[in-house]
Antibody, heavy 123, light 110 residues
Framework: QLQLQESGSGLVRPSQTLSLTCAVS??????????WSWVRQPPGKGLEWIGY???????FYNPSLKSRVAISVDGSKNQFSLNLNSVTAADTAVYYC???????????????WGQGTLVTVSS | QSALTQPRSVSGSPGQSVTISCTGT?????????VSWYQQYSDKAPKLIIY???KRPSGVPDRFSGSKSGNTASLTISGLQAEDEADYYC??????????FGGGTKLTVL
């Protein structure tokens, strides 16, 4: 059974960089046919897709966040990471990592999710 | 990139059927058969309940069904049960290797 677990700082100062890691167990992050994603949810609000990274290293981001976000993968540690810079209070959210089924290349659906981690942006 | 449009809330009595709509454009919902639906209980991670418009993952009751017509996808829950009370989100491929979620719908079982 695939499992994903987010980790990282729960409190980030405004204008600093938010950094999170998602550890994958029960399967290889290098498996073809999947991409690895970040999704966030501000308190009391809906889900927002942040971006994906494919096992090949290719990345795709939400246009509204593209200038501030970077997703990377470490196959040797079976994990992938999110960096979001120049954060403001609007970036306060529960951040989820998820696996996306991407057969044929295009992302199709998120079948496994981490439990989520709350990141608060505050001075 | 605007969120897909869902009703803020729907409600129904046990045993009834409810339908949640998800409206997009020809660039997302209408252009691809990559619409998925997620169920989320309070303070829990979302759970996949429908993918590729109308397919159900193993373990999801057949009371949950999905469909699409034009730029609008729909999730129907028949034989409503108290445990179905949750938030529901649609998601669609939006081209150029991007995805988009709906704003979410709160389902209340009366």
């Amino acid at each position: 059974q695939l499992q994903l677990q987010e980790s990282g700082s729960g409190l980030v100062r405004p204008s600093q960089t938010l950094s999170l890691t998602c550890a994958v167990s029960g399967g290889s992050i290098s498996s073809g046919g999947f991409s690895w994603s970040w999704v966030r949810q501000p308190p009391g609000k809906g889900l927002e897709w942040i971006g994906y990274i494919y096992h090949s290293g290719g990345t795709f981001y939400n246009p509204s966040l593209k200038s501030r976000v970077a997703i990377s993968v470490d196959g040797s540690k079976n994990q992938f990471s999110l960096n979001l810079n120049s954060v403001t209070a609007a970036d306060t959210a529960v951040y989820y990592c998820a696996r996306d089924v991407s057969k044929g290349g295009a992302p199709q659906y998120f079948d496994y999710w981490g439990q989520g981690t709350l990141v608060t942006v505050s001075s | 990139q605007s969120a897909l449009t869902q009703p803020r809330s729907v409600s129904g009595s046990p045993g009834q059927s409810v339908t949640i709509s998800c409206t997009g454009t020809s660039s997302d919902v209408g252009g691809y058969n990559f619409v998925s639906w997620y169920q989320q209980y309070s303070d829990k991670a979302p759970k996949l309940i429908i993918y590729d418009v109308s397919k159900r993952p193993s373990g999801v009751p057949d009371r949950f069904s999905g469909s699409k017509s034009g730029n609008t996808a729909s999730l129907t829950i028949s034989g409503l049960q108290a445990e179905d009370e949750a938030d529901y989100y649609c998601c669609s491929y939006a081209g150029s290797y991007t995805s988009m979620f709906g704003g979410g719908t709160k389902l209340t079982v009366l």
